[in-house]
């Protein structure tokens, strides 16, 4: 075993954030660390590498109690490097400047070397032609692969990520999670906080769920993800599948609304084609069947753990009546799209006396394949 | 949405590209009712359409109507698979003449 971590308590003043958390992590593992914010999961990680000094409990490294009086906290950090969401990168040096800096002046490296080290590095996270850019010149995520390589340059045998590609536009998302990809192959050890339930799915050996202040539930990731075992890993991970919308038909944006749709599309790793059919099942009963029946509802949008397919479910009070059973021309077309693609569609009246109307597009996500 | 028209004659071809919907449907409509008097041959480029809902396809019928009532004919042509699927699902595959 790399690391135990036995009964480890954390409070900010008087709050306690981690109260008994136990977790051995293994050579060569790479963890990825999910759960609502607020649950202790960067707090975790920065106790880990002393950020943060733990209340109690006991950090053991390679048979060595980290929290020991006697500890070499530098030689600590230079075993486990991290990874910030803010990147910290020093604002005044150059990409190859901020890469060198530690490994000349901790591990004593020549400047020579240490340049050679940080060119080697640049080019794994594919930015050799950066090298003498500020990080200004560079996009945040460019600006996350350089501190991916600073990281590496002190040659951990440990990397903690806290949630590495929070702080990025979308686009530059990818760019990162490619490059700890890569860094998985070699083999060093990880543990990632992160928001990014497919890479944590697809990446990882296991993955910690943390809530109430402990490890509340861990396993292998298709085990953790496909079959939670405890109710609030269940409630977490249909939260992350759904999107939830209030829609009022004079403030509605159909493009705004198709955008967010898009995203979590994306996120579900949905391909091209079922995306498009989701957007136009959408379209046809927002503008055609809801809105000409009542003025606000809302809208939850999920994917099926079960069936891998999106269920869509609208939910309004006033008129209990079934919009699909309507007779309007606006709506004759939509209502035959709807019947075509959607199965079952089932309407009814709930328990809060809403009427809902429940449709299922099937085929929008085949599970387990390759992240983005 | 993006309109190119191109009028020689009686024969007008509108190459329309990306998305006909609730939004943009009322603008193709405009843009074409204003360009049709006199056309006897609409010809509607779809080739680079991406997506079509009911809205567009509402406008599809009251075109190929008006077409039709000046003794004239609409085609669409160059449809990609997904706007097909579209079509064929609501049955507009056999009341439009689809090239």
Same mark, same amino acid.
């Given at each position: ?42 707090? &975790? ?22 929290? =020991? ?8 950090? $230079?075993?486990?490097?991290?990874? /910030? ?25 020549? =400047? ?34 350089? =501190? ?12 903690? &990520? ?36 497919? &890479?944590?799915?697809? @990446? ?30 269940? =409630? ?5 599948? $759904?999107?939830? /919308? ?5 403030? &509605? ?37 809801? /809105? ?81 | ?10 024969? @007008? ?43 567009? @396809? ?15 004919? $609409? ?25």
């Amino acid at each position: 075993m790399l690391i135990e971590i036995k009964h480890l308590a954390k409070s900010f003043g008087g709050i306690p954030v981690l109260k008994d958390v136990c977790a051995v992590i293994e050579k060569g593992e790479i963890i990825s660390i999910i759960g609502p914010s607020g649950t202790g999961k960067s707090t &975790f990680l920065r106790c880990l590498n002393l950020l943060e000094y733990p209340d109690s409990g006991e950090i053991i490294v390679e048979n060595r109690n980290v929290l =020991a009086s006697n500890t070499d906290i530098p030689k600590l950090r $230079m075993k486990m490097g991290m990874v /910030f969401q803010q990147f910290n990168l020093f604002p005044h040096l150059t990409t190859v400047e901020n890469i060198t800096l530690a490994p000349r002046r901790l591990l004593k490296k020549s =400047a020579a070397e240490a340049k050679e080290q940080a060119m080697t590095l640049l080019e794994t996270v594919g930015l050799s032609g950066k090298a003498n850019s500020l990080p200004q010149e560079l996009s945040g995520g460019q600006q996350q692969r350089v =501190a991916i390589a600073r990281t590496l340059a002190m040659n951990p045998e440990i990397i903690l &990520f806290d949630e590495p590609t929070s702080a990025l536009d979308p686009t530059m998302v990818n760019e990162v999670l490619s490059v700890i990809r890569n860094l998985a192959k070699t083999g060093i050890t990880m543990l990632i906080v992160t928001h990014e339930m497919r &890479f944590a799915r697809d @990446l990882s050996t296991r993955v910690f769920y943390m809530d109430e202040g402990i490890v509340y539930e861990e396993g292998p990731a298709k085990e953790l993800f496909d079959h939670p075992s405890r109710p609030k890993t269940r =409630a977490f991970l249909r939260r992350i599948d $759904m999107l939830n /919308f209030v829609l009022n038909r004079e403030e &509605f944006d159909l493009y705004h609304f198709r955008g967010q749709v898009e995203t979590f599309a994306e996120k579900q790793l949905m391909e091209a084609k079922p995306r498009k059919m989701l957007h136009l099942v959408l379209e046809e009963l927002i503008e055609n069947i809801l /809105f000409p029946h009542t003025e606000t509802f809302t809208l939850e949008i999920g994917i099926s753990e079960e069936t891998k397919s999106t269920e869509i479910c609208a939910k309004w009070s006033g008129d209990m009546t079934n919009p699909l059973q309507s007779i309007d021309e606006q709506g004759d077309m939509a209502r035959t799209i709807l019947a075509k693609r959607c199965s079952p569609i089932v309407f009814g009246v709930n328990e809060l006396s809403q009427a809902e109307l429940k449709l299922n597009l099937p085929g929008a996500v085949s599970r387990g394949q390759n992240g983005p | 949405m993006k309109i190119t028209m191109n009028r020689t004659d009686k024969q @007008l071809t509108a190459s329309i590209e990306g998305s006909i919907d609730t939004v943009t449907s009322p603008d193709l409509e405009k843009q074409l009712t204003e360009s049709w008097d006199d056309i006897t041959d609409l010809i509607l480029d779809f080739s680079k359409v991406d997506y079509i809902s009911s809205a567009g @396809l509402r406008f599809m019928i009251t075109a190929s109507r008006h077409m039709e009532d000046v003794d004239g004919q $609409m085609t669409i042509r160059h449809v990609n698979d997904d706007v097909k699927e579209v079509f064929d699902m609501t049955g507009f595959d056999q009341l439009l003449n689809i090239e």
